[in-house]
């Protein structure tokens, strides 16, 4: 029992520390991960930047939080969901500088979305990676309004009756953002043969600000190989419905002469970059990214140049 106490007391003191130390240099607190079967989360005190690389062999999603301590999580876990087999947590300090790495061993390469959630970082694990995407994953790293062409099918379809979550907007005839609830219509078609449809299905969805979500084949399952060789439109009796433009991001960093920097190593030799400040939960963040992309399959060939290129980015939409 005195043991357990002293042990109890020690983590304490530690957690403790660690809390003083981050409060005092206002770094963030990496507080918790926890693992809810293809999601895992990251629960610090307030958003931090960060980077992600997938690590091929073994597998693994190595996310990289800058100026950020550890408190009191634990350094390893194992067996923790049917994809992720175990979890290991860092901490190391550049010129006195704190980073938690933490690393999620897999199953198999995976795609995966970082998307942030108050303070937790949240890791949404997809389908498996396969072809130039796994090949190029490297190792971790030091750190219009008109209507557009129909999208390319997301990549994560590829399975029949296997859902893929769909970002679109949607604004009347005006060109103005529509919200409330309405009538979306999805059709694939074979690329080279736009007069024959594949699939569709009508979804009522909620739009906020003309901003929507939805989830395709859910109630109807997608054909085999939906996502290559094929083109998705959207259409709404409402007004004019697309997908939202696809940008790659190379970072998200805290300090914008970090982004900055990164822009610069970068592109010679992916092209142009931009630096975009967002607001997360009332905290700076400055992301590197390229683009904007009209279709996905654009979106992942810039980022298999990116990973060409020793960096592991991610698509996101606007």
Do not use: N
């Amino acid at each position: 029992m005195r043991r357990m106490l002293l042990g109890w007391l020690s983590a304490a003191c530690v957690a403790a520390a660690s809390s003083a130390r981050a409060q005092a240099a206002d770094y963030a607190v990496l507080q918790d991960v926890q693992v809810l079967g293809r999601r895992v989360v990251l629960k610090l005190s307030r958003p931090a930047g960060f980077r992600t690389a997938m690590q091929p062999t073994p597998p693994a999603l190595v996310v990289t939080l800058e100026e950020t301590e550890i408190a009191q999580v634990a350094r390893e876990k194992s067996a923790i969901s049917a994809v992720v087999e175990g979890l290991e947590s860092s901490q190391v300090r550049i010129d006195g500088v704190p980073r938690a790495r933490v690393t999620i061993r897999l199953d198999a390469i995976r795609a995966y979305t970082p998307l942030w959630s108050g303070g937790d970082l949240v890791l949404e694990l997809g389908e498996l990676m396969s072809g130039k995407a796994a090949a190029a994953a490297p190792s971790p790293p030091a750190a219009t309004k008109a209507p557009a062409p129909p999208a390319s099918a997301p990549a994560g379809a590829a399975a029949a009756g296997r859902p893929w979550r769909f970002k679109g907007r949607l604004t009347d005839p005006s060109g103005k953002p529509l919200s409330g609830t309405h009538p979306v219509t999805f059709r694939l078609r074979p690329a080279g043969d736009a007069s024959k449809e594949v699939w569709s299905e009508t979804l009522q969805v909620r739009v906020s600000d003309g901003v929507f979500w939805a989830v395709l084949g859910r109630t109807k399952p997608l054909p085999p190989g939906a996502s290559k060789g094929h083109k998705l439109s959207v259409e709404s009796p409402s007004g004019t419905a697309k997908e939202s433009l696809f940008w790659v991001q190379a970072g998200s960093l805290p300090k914008e002469e970090r982004a900055l920097k990164l822009k610069g190593e970068l592109e010679p030799k992916v092209g142009k970059l931009e630096v975009r400040k967002v607001e997360v939960a009332g905290a700076p963040v400055y992301r590197v990214l390229a683009g904007p992309f009209e279709d996905r399959a654009s979106a992942e060939a810039a980022l298999e140049k990116l990973a060409a290129a020793g960096t592991q980015g991610l698509i996101i939409q606007d």
